[in-house]
């Protein structure tokens, strides 16, 4: 059975950082791709940033390159977002998922974890 489980979330000031972390299981990790999501309250759903879990390309927003870093660790099935300069606009239900590759289809997804910064 897949399961993703986030972690690391919590409050932060602007301008601070902020490490998530996604552990997967349940499925061959390297075989996919993987993204992460956020949605803050009255917005949409957003992919932030994926990555091929097999080569490691990686793709991000707009709003978030050269802030944000997607990483991994194949050898622990652990997916990573590293946040710095973190601004209000940021603030968000943080959510990991495998996604089709080359899309921002979601075909699993964890149940997401909070980020809240303040001014």
């Known amino acids: 059975q897949v399961q993703l489980v986030e972690s690391g979330g919590g409050s932060v000031q602007a301008g601070g950082s902020l490490r998530l972390s996604c552990a997967a299981s349940?499925?061959?990790?390297?075989?996919?791709?993987m993204g992460w999501f956020r949605q803050a309250p009255g917005k949409a759903r957003e992919g932030v940033a994926r990555?091929?879990?097999?080569?490691?390309?990686?793709d991000y927003a707009g709003s978030v390159k050269g802030r944000f870093t997607i990483s991994q660790d194949t050898a622990q099935n652990t997916l990573y977002l590293h946040m710095d300069s973190l601004t209000p606009e940021d603030t968000a239900m943080y959510s990991c998922?495998?996604?089709?590759?080359?899309?921002?289809?979601?075909?699993?997804w964890g149940q997401g974890t909070q980020v809240t910064v303040s001014s």
């Open positions: 998922a495998r996604v089709l590759c080359g899309t921002w289809n979601s075909v699993d």
């Open positions: 349940g499925y061959t990790y390297s075989g996919g791709c």
């Open positions: 990555i091929r879990a097999d080569f490691g390309t990686t």
